[in-house]
């Protein structure tokens, strides 16, 4: 595995890959790693012979109070796993290499990105598109691989790659969790051991509604109090929201069908956490 800090390098790398005509999947990520991003790294080495990961805590999607300063860095941790999963380049740039000068241009959404952690994150996914499109622009990938558990950011980027014709397949991975059902996240980390046992609620609220939608209940508005049931009893929980959405516009569901999203957002401790399921999907083996 090569480890490139800088574009032009990069690009150079790139073509006797992109020669060979054998495809080049990306997998970008801000670090910290853990098995639901390795597990990305698996779904982009079945698509493409050439794998590159991006490891960069990206400052433009982060806001004032929010915690880019204490967000887990470990670059040498994470070469060490994205190497023995199969990674052929890791590129780890410094913010000066993507934000050389003052920026005049920004990929801003739309109504999409007013709602749920948009809503929650004035500017987040401004800057989410801005750096995915840099970097689509920067390896130019055959495929590109998201976690399911950031929903309405790959939501966001299928929309970025329609809209702007970016010549790029998306591929969205299903959500890994750890043994107790807590979505895998760097975040994680952050939870103390009081706060990680209330940190299943996430889950199991989820859980229930997609237990109450199989059993043949649709109304959305049922299911999220369902879902309430579970966390609301638990005053150290502060939900953000909890909804049931429209997988393509993410407008609240009055009527959930196979497909729809359920999705939550809460506060645990100091740690921001969010999850979701698909409902009608089969649940994980």
Same mark, same amino acid.
């Given at each position: 595995?090569?480890?490139?800090?800088?574009?032009?390098?990069?690009?150079?790398?790139?073509?006797?890959?992109?020669?060979?005509?054998?495809?080049?999947?990306?997998?970008?990520?801000?670090?910290?790693?853990?098995?639901?991003?390795?597990?990305?790294?698996?779904?982009?080495?079945?698509?493409?012979?050439?794998?590159?990961?991006?490891?960069?805590?990206?400052?433009?999607?982060?806001?004032?109070?929010?915690?880019?300063? #204490?967000?887990?860095? &470990?670059?040498?941790?994470?070469? %060490?796993? /994205?190497?023995? @999963?199969?990674? +052929?380049?890791?590129? =780890?740039?410094?913010?000066?290499?993507?934000?050389?000068?003052?920026?005049?241009?920004?990929?801003?959404?739309?109504?999409?990105?007013?709602?749920?952690?948009?809503?929650?994150?004035?500017?987040?996914?401004?800057?989410?598109?801005?750096?995915?499109?840099?970097?689509?622009?920067?390896?130019?990938?055959?495929?590109?691989?998201?976690?399911?558990?950031?929903?309405?950011?790959?939501?966001?980027?299928?929309?970025?790659?329609?809209?702007?014709?970016?010549?790029?397949?998306?591929?969205?991975?299903?959500?890994? #969790?750890?043994?107790? &059902?807590?979505?895998?996240?760097? %975040?994680? /980390?952050?939870? @103390?051991?009081? +706060?990680?046992?209330? =940190?299943?609620?996430?889950?199991?609220?989820?859980?229930?509604?997609?237990?109450?939608?199989?059993?043949?209940?649709?109304?959305?508005?049922?299911?999220?109090?369902?879902?309430?049931?579970?966390?609301?009893?638990?005053?150290?929980?502060?939900?953000?929201?909890?909804?049931?959405?429209?997988?393509?516009?993410?407008?609240?569901?009055?009527?959930?069908?196979?497909?729809?999203?359920?999705?939550?957002?809460?506060?645990?401790?100091?740690?921001?956490?969010?999850?979701?399921?698909?409902?009608?999907?089969?649940?994980?083996?």
């Amino acid at each position: 595995m090569q480890i490139i800090e800088r574009i032009e390098p990069l690009r150079s790398a790139l073509e006797a890959p992109r020669r060979a005509g054998s495809g080049i999947a990306l997998v970008p990520t801000m670090g910290a790693l853990h098995e639901g991003h390795l597990s990305l790294v698996d779904r982009a080495r079945e698509r493409a012979a050439c794998v590159v990961m991006s490891l960069f805590v990206n400052p433009l999607q982060f806001g004032p109070n929010e915690d880019f300063a #204490r967000y887990p860095r &470990d670059l040498e941790g994470d070469a %060490r796993l /994205a190497e023995a @999963r199969g990674v +052929d380049f890791l590129f =780890a740039p410094q913010p000066a290499e993507l934000y050389r000068s003052a920026r005049s241009v920004s990929v801003v959404p739309a109504s999409l990105a007013s709602r749920w952690d948009g809503a929650s994150r004035p500017g987040h996914f401004t800057g989410v598109l801005t750096v995915v499109a840099k970097l689509f622009n920067i390896v130019q990938p055959d495929i590109a691989v998201f976690g399911q558990k950031d929903f309405q950011q790959a939501t966001l980027i299928r929309a970025m790659i329609r809209d702007l014709d970016f010549p790029i397949q998306l591929v969205v991975a299903p959500t890994v #969790r750890e043994t107790d &059902d807590v979505a895998l996240s760097s %975040r994680n /980390a952050y939870l @103390r051991p009081t +706060d990680r046992k209330r =940190a299943r609620l996430l889950s199991r609220a989820l859980f229930a509604m997609r237990d109450a939608f199989d059993a043949g209940e649709s109304s959305g508005e049922v299911l999220e109090a369902i879902g309430r049931r579970v966390v609301d009893p638990e005053a150290k929980v502060k939900v953000e929201y909890l909804a049931v959405m429209d997988p393509d516009t993410l407008e609240p569901a009055t009527v959930a069908t196979a497909g729809t999203i359920a999705a939550v957002a809460a506060h645990i401790g100091t740690t921001r956490l969010i999850d979701n399921i698909i409902l009608g999907a089969p649940a994980p083996s």
